[in-house]
């Protein structure tokens, strides 16, 4: 047991065995959906649980909770296929279009392999969430399975765009929604989940309809809407006031178009981020004399599989994506085969969005003040 294992912390104290000493097999139980990791609970081997210090200033008024150390050993053995591993990487696919011209064309892919894609996904165990969701840390994904969140750029009308049939108004076929709303019927259990990060643009998703009612089809239908500022700006040499302008006027027009829906998340265009002083004005800002506030800002360009909403390197303002292509190193394709090979590196979902489960060798890389009212789970990989 390393000497970082000793200090985890459990931030509900309904963990604490010395305030609920009952709660024993709750806390290893893991959830009813969880059937692979019912027996968790008979195989406990240690538990330990030693006051310790603080780890940091609570900033939101709520009652400081007590903390406690707690040490959960587990045999690997008993966890049958599921080892969950809630630090690994979560990919954030980047798309833009389906309309790829050529094959060296690293932002775009053509139908057939959008179709491909997805095929594969779900084929290899991974399973649709929100962006929001991601964000929230709120990872619903069935215990064994890898959370992935899909994303389009630029709101393209190969991405979506709607038309008229049988008097109402449906995806254009072979948008990219509608490819993913066909998935989804056929494989209910992938989910339906995208976010769209939009500019301005009046031909954002061009086609039949408004742009209120464009919008509004894909809030009824499980997708989302993000801030990819108003005109697709270039943010590294731009101003507070340009970036407040260009994130607070978009913002705005989706309010407007889609009142009820609050967004979440930013892209920078062309991958630019503001300098670092003026960075978090993206997230934070005033326009018009409306705030406007969001939680992550996602990369674009060739970045990278994600860290867990838990992880220490973890940063808000810096959120890679996978480009959806299969075109370099890093991209979709190239993060199959690496799966493949490091399937220790996914991800794994314990089935339980309250728990936070991990093999004990990735303790090192928890960001304990990210845990909030989770539960930790830390379990033992023995060789066996
Ligand atoms: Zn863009």
Redesign the pocket.
Known sequence: MNNFLKRCLCAAAALCAACAPDTRETMVGLGTEAESLKGLSQIVEQFDSVPIEHGAEQDDGAEPQEEAVYTVKIESTALGTVRPNEIGHIMIIMF?GLDRNSASEPYMCTVAEFKNFLQRLYDEGFRTISLSDLINNNITTPAGYTPVVLTF??GLATAFSLTTAEDRLVPVPDCAVDIMDRFAEEHPDFGRAATF?I?GRIQTFQGEGTLAERMQYLLDNGYEIGN?TYS?ARLLGASAAEIQSEMGRLDQLVRAAAPDFQMTAM?Y??GERPVLELRQYVLDGIYDGMEYHYKWALK?GQNGASAAPNRSNFDPLAVPRVRGTATAPTDLGWYFDYYSQHPGARYISDGNPNVIAIPESAVENLNLDSLGAKDLLVYEETSS
Do not use: R, T, V
């Open positions: 833009h750029d630029d990060f500019n990819h697709h892209a265009p062309y674009e």
